[in-house]
């Protein structure tokens, strides 16, 4: 008896595994179909979620000396602030951006569906030119038609969402942090001035109007792009393979799958760290911006130092690296989009055809009679195979695209936050700013740490305060004076001795680092600086600043109330010299040193504060002016704190606070008359000190000239 040879053994047992196969090759293909949506579900939620690794970012430290600052999709940090920030922009389920998301979603749905039905289509038609059917041609190709106006609303309506989205994200944050950084708390009189501070008291963040305009713009775009970029592919890839699994076989599904992942896994590596390079050049821009700003701010000092060349010079220097950035990146754009290209559109493409050959090539391996294969060969089914992978090779590709643009979403995700950070410490009373104090800065930093009381109180008291900057210096170690109301006090002192630091503790723009500070809210005092603040709006509202004209009427003030104010300080001309209350210009240009002081004056009249602090203020204007201003604040019942020079404001004041510029001060009372006339004797005595050398000389002169009379005699 002969026995069988291994070959022919072995292809008995293939043949019997392949019929086994196809028997329950259904049920096979149900599972196969069923994981392969698990499989584009779950893959894109860990490249999401960077768990998976499926991203195109490096892991990048973005900002010098910050080592929490990351740019990298797979960073867990990303993801922690990208959840705090979608907080924000998403505040609840019933919110409009939440509603606008669940429209959004079903127009991405809709659009899908109508993809798979012009798919269908496409093959009808061509299948209606091979049979040679002209009537059946004619009513596809009006279904073609037909289908143009959903297909092309959705299309618009998408767009229209996206932006929509985009500029609602913008709204919410912007609302947050402007909100936060410009108004005050609604639990208390204490004004957070948080954009001064963040100014002022802390280092890491230059350029927060870079930040809060171009950066924020920025992030809400990506992010409202990202949902469209990786929600719309991942369906599209997941039901156009399921179509396509049932035209082909889900054998075709698998092949496809693993060809696929295996030549983006290589696309993957070869990806640059978009993030970084976005990140990178949000600073940049940032700079150049701040450098503009600054030369804006200066232009005047630049002028007369005749500096243009050298300002032109730093500004160059930003722009060309912010030039040279650019370019290098879209030269790394140049050869990573023809690796995109060539692998996604060519080499996925061909992969289909391949695909598509899988049934003609392989039919009689799976089974499949003749008649089945050339139904599904013919044109109908060839051009709707042909049409659907086409679509899923887009999908895809587009879902690799997304990554690239998520890994640039990290990049603006990392400025922001940065920026949400800072705002967060600082209104916390968390500063980090470069101590430079010229006495060493490891004791001053241990005062830094220090915090105060600051308690509301009917009159102005300080117990034990020292005065500190923001960068470390110590000005007072420890202060203690009272002011109450009605007593006027007078400060005086050299340059950078702690006048102005004593009014910017008092106006809540620098903290207390120890000690008690008594005083009233913020609300009954007024600033009014050597060059006041005109704001943009009417000539009404630089008097009644920072009040509406409807806050104005409900106070019961009229316009002829504001021009008396303008008349005590002589300045009632200037309403019809301007052209009307309501005239709109840039007053800040229109109006002279000593209008704007004047107008100061006036804007303090209407307040009618319990505290004015008054720095220089009247330094453009005359005695005659001088006088009028401070005799109606007086009558008017506003106790005044002046920082000034002039011997002609001591009348005014009954107490004085006096730095020696050493770190001490005196704190007593003014007696006008007594310190006028010490004032006095001390300009004579300085008057006759000077003649002291001139004297001593002609006294050598004389003893000379006696001396040569003696020897003549002799």
């Given amino acids: 008896m002969l026995t069988q040879t291994p070959l022919p053994r072995v292809r008995t047992r293939l043949r019997a595994l392949l019929h086994v196969y196809l028997a329950h090759r259904p049920i096979v293909e149900r599972a196969l179909t069923a994981g392969f949506v698990l499989y584009c579900l779950g893959t894109t939620y860990l490249g999401i979620t960077g768990k998976g690794g499926l991203t195109a970012a490096r892991l990048v430290t973005l900002g010098k000396g910050s080592s929490s600052t990351s740019a990298s999709v797979n960073d867990p940090v990303f993801h922690t602030r990208l959840r705090k920030l979608l907080r924000i922009v998403v505040p609840s389920l019933k919110s409009r951006e939440a509603a606008m998301l669940v429209l959004h979603s079903a127009f991405l749905i809709a659009r899908t569906g109508l993809s798979l039905y012009v798919a269908d289509l496409d093959g009808r038609i061509v299948s209606s030119l091979v049979t040679a059917r002209p009537d059946l041609f004619v009513k596809n190709i009006i279904r073609w038609l037909l289908v143009a106006v959903p297909a092309t609303y959705t299309n618009s309506m998408l767009e229209y969402l996206q932006s929509a989205l985009g500029l609602a994200y913008r709204t919410r944050r912007v609302d947050t942090r402007v909100d936060a950084a410009l108004t005050q708390s609604l639990r208390s009189d204490q004004s957070d001035k948080l954009f001064y501070k963040l100014a002022n008291l802390d280092d890491r963040i230059k350029n927060a109007d870079q930040y809060l305009t171009v950066d924020i713009q920025q992030f809400s775009n990506k992010l409202a792009e990202i949902y469209s970029n990786i929600a719309k592919p991942t369906l599209d890839v997941i039901l156009y393979n399921y179509q396509l699994s049932r035209n082909v076989g889900a054998e075709s599904l698998v092949v496809l799958t693993v060809l696929v992942q295996s030549s983006a896994g290589l696309l993957r590596a070869v990806t640059p760290p978009f993030g970084k390079y976005a990140a990178h050049e949000a600073t940049l821009e940032g700079e150049l911006r701040f450098t503009h700003s600054r030369l804006l701010e200066n232009s005047e000092e630049v002028a007369l130092y005749h500096g243009e060349e050298y300002e032109k010079n730093v500004i160059e220097r930003g722009y060309f690296a912010l030039?040279?950035?650019?370019?290098?990146?879209?030269?790394?754009?140049?050869?990573?989009?023809?690796?995109?290209?060539?692998?996604?559109?060519?080499?996925?493409?061909?992969?289909?055809?391949?695909?598509?050959?899988?049934?003609?090539?392989?039919?009689?391996?799976?089974?499949?009679?003749?008649?089945?294969?050339?139904?599904?060969?013919?044109?109908?089914?060839?051009?709707?195979?042909?049409?659907?992978?086409?679509?899923?090779?887009?999908?895809?590709?587009?879902?690799?695209?997304?990554?690239?643009?998520?890994?640039?979403?990290?990049?603006?995700?990392?400025?922001?936050?940065?920026?949400?950070?800072?705002?967060?410490?600082?209104?916390?009373?968390?500063?980090?700013?470069?101590?430079?104090?010229?006495?060493?800065?490891?004791?001053?930093?241990?005062?830094?740490?220090?915090?105060?009381?600051?308690?509301?109180?009917?009159?102005?008291?300080?117990?034990?305060?020292?005065?500190?900057?923001?960068?470390?210096?110590?000005?007072?170690?420890?202060?203690?004076?009272?002011?109450?109301?009605?007593?006027?006090?007078?400060?005086?002192?050299?340059?950078?001795?702690?006048?102005?630091?004593?009014?910017?503790?008092?106006?809540?723009?620098?903290?207390?680092?120890?000690?008690?500070?008594?005083?009233?809210?913020?609300?009954?005092?007024?600033?009014?600086?050597?060059?006041?603040?005109?704001?943009?709006?009417?000539?009404?509202?630089?008097?009644?600043?920072?009040?509406?004209?409807?806050?104005?009427?409900?106070?019961?003030?009229?316009?002829?109330?504001?021009?008396?104010?303008?008349?005590?300080?002589?300045?009632?001309?200037?309403?019809?010299?301007?052209?009307?209350?309501?005239?709109?210009?840039?007053?800040?240009?229109?109006?002279?040193?000593?209008?704007?002081?004047?107008?100061?004056?006036?804007?303090?009249?209407?307040?009618?504060?319990?505290?004015?602090?008054?720095?220089?203020?009247?330094?453009?204007?005359?005695?005659?002016?001088?006088?009028?201003?401070?005799?109606?604040?007086?009558?008017?019942?506003?106790?005044?704190m002046t920082v000034s020079h002039r011997p002609s404001l001591w009348k005014y004041h009954s107490m004085v606070l006096q730095y020696d510029g050493m770190g001490g001060y005196v704190f007593t009372e003014l007696d006008p008359e007594k310190r006028l006339a010490l004032q006095e004797e001390k300009q004579d005595l300085e008057h006759k000190l000077l003649e002291v050398p001139k004297l001593r000389a002609r006294l050598e002169e004389l003893k000379a000239v006696k001396q040569e009379r003696e020897r003549a005699n002799k």
């Fill in 323 to 640: 030039v040279k950035h650019i370019n290098r990146v879209l030269g790394i754009r140049i050869w990573h989009g023809m690796a995109e290209e060539g692998v996604i559109k060519w080499l996925w493409g061909s992969l289909g055809l391949c695909i598509c050959a899988i049934p003609v090539f392989g039919g009689e391996l799976l089974g499949m009679k003749s008649g089945d294969l050339g139904t599904r060969t013919e044109g109908k089914c060839f051009v709707t195979n042909r049409r659907l992978l086409l679509s899923a090779s887009d999908a895809f590709g587009r879902v690799m695209y997304s990554y690239k643009e998520l890994a640039e979403l990290a990049g603006y995700t990392s400025r922001v936050s940065d920026l949400f950070d800072a705002m967060d410490d600082v209104k916390a009373g968390k500063y980090q700013k470069k101590l430079v104090s010229s006495g060493g800065v490891e004791n001053n930093e241990k005062m830094l740490q220090g915090r105060g009381k600051i308690i509301e109180a009917e009159e102005i008291r300080f117990e034990g305060v020292p005065l500190i900057s923001p960068n470390g210096d110590v000005l007072v170690k420890s202060m203690t004076f009272h002011v109450d109301s009605g007593k006027h006090l007078l400060v005086v002192g050299p340059n950078g001795c702690g006048k102005s630091s004593l009014f910017r503790i008092l106006g809540g723009l620098w903290p207390v680092y120890g000690g008690t500070v008594y005083k009233p809210p913020n609300h009954q005092f007024t600033y009014i600086p050597q060059r006041p603040y005109l704001c943009t709006g009417t000539l009404r509202d630089q008097i009644i600043y920072p009040h509406t004209h409807d806050e104005m009427m409900a106070r019961g003030v009229t316009d002829r109330d504001l021009e008396e104010m303008l008349n005590v300080v002589d300045m009632g001309h200037m309403v019809e010299r301007e052209g009307g209350w309501d005239s709109n210009r840039e007053w800040r240009d229109a109006l002279s040193g000593g209008d704007k002081q004047r107008v100061a004056m006036a804007r303090l009249f209407y307040h009618r504060p319990k505290y004015a602090i008054l720095d220089e203020c009247t330094s453009a204007v005359t005695l005659e002016i001088e006088k009028a201003m401070y005799d109606h604040a007086t009558a008017l019942g506003i106790t005044l």
